[in-house]
């Protein structure tokens, strides 16, 4: 009964996950020190482990206050694991990443876009714990959605960590030296804010074993600068238990806002003191200098340093000479990071006091310090795109513009905290509540960025205000650690004693940005005084602009170690992800420019893959909507089922294709090497999650079997079984489809346009030909309905316009109209939109232009021959024989693939197609009974009689109305006029034909006996094929076993889509067509494998249908054994992929027999030009001549053969009269000319060595 847990493949999957992290973690981290980020991964992974099952344990809970707790635990966990995740991204777009792709390219681009779309992962969860915040009813429901949510957020961090251990670490490891990783992974340490890398540091190692954990510290030790105070803060923080996201006191740490901003709220032990410090509302205490008034001398040398950088930048601007522009927007990028931090400071920290003591307007006004929009706008100005085309000049004066306005702005500002708001402060906060404020701002700030304020702050301040300030750090406050506080103390000192100054602060901040420069000194010199800001033009280069790193620009510096790094780019990921999204766009079209729309003005060979995405993600659609129904419908299972393996299937030999045919065309283009190689490492995750889904499945349909067949009791147990595993589905199709969908994204944002813009036309038409010469016929008929069902009008038409131009050198528009309904492909590459004129009935047309009297005299005319045409009804219905048919018989087509044999099935079941779909296993057309047929034929005599009493004046006078009739389009009105001038010579020609019919019914056919295949009369048949029936020719009207059988017997040869009729050998009755006999005694299989098409069977050899061909070939398949060139219009067995293409090669006759190959029986050789020729006759010519019959050139390596002849002219001798001559000739194989010595028969070739030339 019980199948086993569904989870266990979720466990495998984890287990192989921990495996490979666990065989990187294996290496001493002191050895490696990048590998501390996939410490971050083991930590991710086992926090979104235990809060599903925190999750899961609180849809469980019955208490509602217990219940409510846990929301907000996991609220608040969440939370903490979003910014950790997102300051790991970050660090890897903007340093790991930056610094592999200097030694390797086209690697880290699809993984900095999958950081993209974790975003909206994690907003999901936090929408579903907002909507368990509200009372509601359907609580279980909703807890099943956070579940869901988690789950999908899982998958896909886990796949995305996974292919980071597989591909990006490794390779890091080998290209990068053990100094180079550390300076990576110090830059990243440096770049986080101080407050939040105080719970980082504990959280993370608390899911590392004891051994790992000292590895951790030694390693931190190890690539942190040598001084002392800075070891003990980075040793206290790794050492430390206290992971406050995890108690109740805990606020959070979120991004708030649609603006971005991070608010990181920190309560401290504590916490009541901290309260009722802020309730006195009474005197300070004159302990020392008022805190307050250390953000006097804040505001005034921020304000300072400003006015002096917009002076530099008006003085640059009126000389035009822009050298130090570069050191202007280092200046300015450094000022706009710490408004950043201090804005955020003011809002978290000092925001709230205010408000408790202050008016309503005023907290109001506070909170617009320094917008969010002034500090981007400068942002997004620094990293100016040189891509836009704007002169320097005009950037200068935009800059200038923006910076007054900025600096206008924060002086409006200051002035306004100064007067209204630290007052209140003052009169309201003690010392001690201002110091723990203070140092709750510095501890917004990155450990990096930290130190550049310290040092720029002492070097503006006198000594008075300096000693002050030296003293309120050393004593330090009880927030603060007495580590940090001396660290604090020390950075200080350095710029208070005088080792640093003004102009040595410039210095050294211009050497922290150098290496990630805004204007390169060539740009200036090159464009004279014209250059661009951004001279980065490679997508995945997202980081040149944004880091204040000590990395190189190669990505492996030499990192001083008593360096402090800071990267401006992390903390702008963070604090603007949108201004990150606009700096650095993707060689790709954006969400609404990513639809198939934009394809249809200028259409391109490689766009199929778009229509084919299009259609993959529909159904992915699909899945999820019908595994939420099966919990509640059961009997939708098996509909389902079929659907899910029909998408499967597809979606498996797309992803084939491309690993097989695009990517290695990709990967030989030496610009874009390795660009694939994530993306197989998706396909290869794909079908191991289709695997699962397709395992759950055949549970629960074992288990929906079972169920009906048990008691009561276990079928209790049975149904939740059931639903367990509907939510199971429902959870894996739903990851599927964000999965799937995103890998679908990244492809068209990366991938396909690379191909659209650096392919020509013709490679893409070779792309796509490759990919769709694997595919058989049989799967063609499930492909081509579900794609056209996806797509509008339009984009059908012009899908189906890059597929003829595809195949145009093949037979597949001739393949599509005989299978799909008549299908026209040659209008659709028309471009024509019109609708195909319906076929003209004379008698409508002269009904509706004549006269009353003249059609009430032909009706007369044709009643008086009714008796006559009764009669002749009578006569046929007796000589007729009448044959009883199954309606209902399947034909069983060969296949070579797993589950080929229930693709067409599926199509028919879910294709709303049925009106164009004829599919080749389920097209046997109903036979009508004779007794329809005679009352056809007798209502068409009829019609035909009144035609042909029709005078030709009558019939003049019909044409001449239409001619005139002004509600006709010209078009229309021609096709009409050629129709009724026709009409009288079609029809005699149909009555011809009808009585030639009739005449045949009533026949006795020459061979109406069976054949057989053996002396023993065993099995039916021929030489050529064994089968069970005999085929009616047309042509002569007998019956022959077989085509071939005919062709030899006759003295001419027969059109195979001709033959409608056969007879069974076993009851011996002509009928209709088709894979059984129609007699219901009978009902014989005529053979395994038959094809309408060709009116082909055969019960012994593997033959498939070949749709580029439009006929039936020995083998497995395509894409088995077989593919088809769209070039040489030819089957080619898969070892000759790669071959010498000519053009409709095959359609030819054999240079030595004369025999048209391309329908030929024979076996066919292809020689190293490309031409062809029969084996056999391959075999025969070779034994004298070396060449091809065609072009000439050698049919194989004939160096030993020239190798004799070498030796052979080396013995004769010339004379000398003829010694001293030489020969012009042209090489056949080479194709170069040349002078050779001469002789009489053999001359050999100056460039290649080759004997096989001409003399010219």
Known sequence: MDDGDPSLSDKEEENDEEDVAGILLRIPIVDAPILIFVCFHKAFRSELDHLRRLAETASLEDKPRRCRQMILQLQRRFQFLKLAHKYHC????????????????????????EHKSTSDLFGSVFHSLEELMVPKENISKLFQELVYSIGILQTYIYKHMLKEEKQVFPLLMQKLSTEEQASLVWLFICSVPIMFLEELFPWMVSFLSASKQSEVTQCINEIAPMETALQEVLVSWLR?????????????????????????????????????????????????????????????????????????????????????????????????????????????????????????????????????????????????????????????????????????????????????????????????MQEGLLSLSLHMMPLGLLKCVITWFSVRLSEKESRSILYCIKKGNNSVCKAFSSLLHEWFRIGYSGKASIEKFRLDLQHMFKRRCFISPEEIKEAHRFSFINSEKQPHKVSDQNS???????????????????????????????????????????????????FLDDPKPIDLIFFFHKAIKKDLEFLVLGSAELEKNDKLLTDFQKRFHLIYFLHQIHSDAEDEIVFPALEARGKLKNISHAYTFDHNHEVEHFNEISHILDKMSRLHLSISTIDSNIKEMGLLRYQHLCRKLQEMCKSMYTSLSNHIDREEIEIWPIIRKFFTNQEQGKIMGCMLGRIKAEILQDMIPWLMASLTQDEQHVSMFLWSMATKNTMFAEWLGEWWDGYSLAKVTEGSKDVPLQPVEPLEIISKYLSEEILNELQESSSA?????????????????????????????????????????????????????????????????????????????????????????????????????????????????????????????????????????????????????????????????????????????????????HNDESDHSIDRKSITKMMCMKCLMIQPISATCSTVSCNLSMAKYYCRICKLFDDEREIYHCPYCNLCRVGKGLGVDYFHCMSCNACMSRSLMAHTCREKHLEDNCPICHEYIFTSCSPVKALPCGHVMHSTCFQEYTRFNYICPICSKSLGDMQVYFRMLDALLAEESISDQMSCQTQVI??????????????????????CGSYNTRVL
């Not at 390219?105 to 993984?111: D, L």
């Not at 006795?1004 to 006996?1009: A, I, L, T």
């Not at 000319?1233 to 050999?1244: M, S």
């Open 548 to 598: 204040l790193s000590c990395s190189s620009s190669s990505g492996s510096s030499n990192v001083n170690k008593y360096e402090i790094p800071y990267s401006t780019g992390i903390n702008l990921h963070i604090f603007f992800p949108a201004t990150v999204g606009k700096l650095h766009q993707y060689p790709a079209l954006h969400a609404a420019e990513r639809s198939s729309i934009s």
């Open 90 to 113: 970050a660090a890897e777009d903007e340093v790991i990443f930056h610094a592999l792709d200097a030694h390797v390219k086209n690697v880290v681009c699809t993984y900095s876009l």
């Open 1226 to 1247: 042209l090489c056949n194989d080479c194709e170069k000319r040349g002078e050779t010595p001469f002789h009489w028969l053999y001359h050999k070739c100056p460039s």
């Open 865 to 1045: 021959n009714k008796s006559i045409i009764f009669l002749e009804k009578d006569r046929i219905g007796d000589n007729v024989e009448l044959s009883n048919y199954n309606h209902n018989d399947k034909v069983k087509v060969h296949n070579a693939e797993k589950n080929n044999n229930q693709c067409s099935k599926r199509t028919n079941q879910f294709l709303n197609d049925d009106k164009h779909v004829c599919n080749e296993v389920a097209d046997i057309k109903n036979p009508v009974a004779n007794e329809g047929k005679s009352s056809k034929l007798c209502d068409e005599s009829g019609r035909y009689e009144r035609l042909l009493k029709l005078s030709q004046d009558d019939l003049e006078t019909v044409i001449r109305r239409v001619s005139r009739d002004s509600c006709l389009d010209p078009q229309k009105r021609s096709y009409i006029i050629q129709n009724l001038l026709m009409s009288r010579w079609i029809i005699k020609q149909q009555i011809s034909s009808t009585e030639v019919n009739v005449k045949n019914d009533n026949l006795e056919f020459s061979g109406k006996h069976p054949s057989y295949r053996d002396p023993l009369k065993l099995s039916y048949g021929c030489k050529h094929y064994k089968r069970n029936c005999k085929l009616l020719a047309p042509c002569c009207n007998q019956l022959h076993t077989c085509i071939h059988c």
């Open 240 to 432: 430390s238990n206290k992971q406050t996201f995890t108690e109740t006191s805990f606020q959070s740490g979120e991004f708030q806002g649609v603006d971005g901003f991070l608010h990181i709220e920190r309560s401290y032990r504590k916490t009541e003191e901290v309260s009722s410090l802020m309730e006195v509302n009474g005197q300070e205490i004159e302990d020392g200098v008022n805190q307050v008034n250390v953000l006097h001398l804040w505001h005034n040398a921020i304000q300072k340093d400003l006015k002096e950088i917009l002076k530099e930048l008006y003085l640059l601007r009126k000389s035009g000479c822009f050298q130090n522009l570069d050191s202007i927007l280092i200046q300015v990028k450094f000022f706009a990071d710490v408004l950043i931090f201090y804005s955020n400071a003011l809002k978290k920290f000092f925001h709230p006091v205010l408000s408790k003591y202050a008016n309503v307007w005023l907290s109001k006004s506070i909170e617009k310090f320094l917008g969010e929009s002034n500090i981007e706008d400068i942002q997004q100005l620094l990293f100016y795109n040189s891509e836009s085309g704007t002169s320097l000049s005009k950037f200068v004066e935009k800059l200038c513009q923006k910076l007054e306005s900025f600096v206008s702005g924060v002086n409006k500002q200051f002035a306004f905290q100064e007067n209204e708001v630290f007052p209140i402060f003052r009169k309201n906060c003690r010392n001690g």
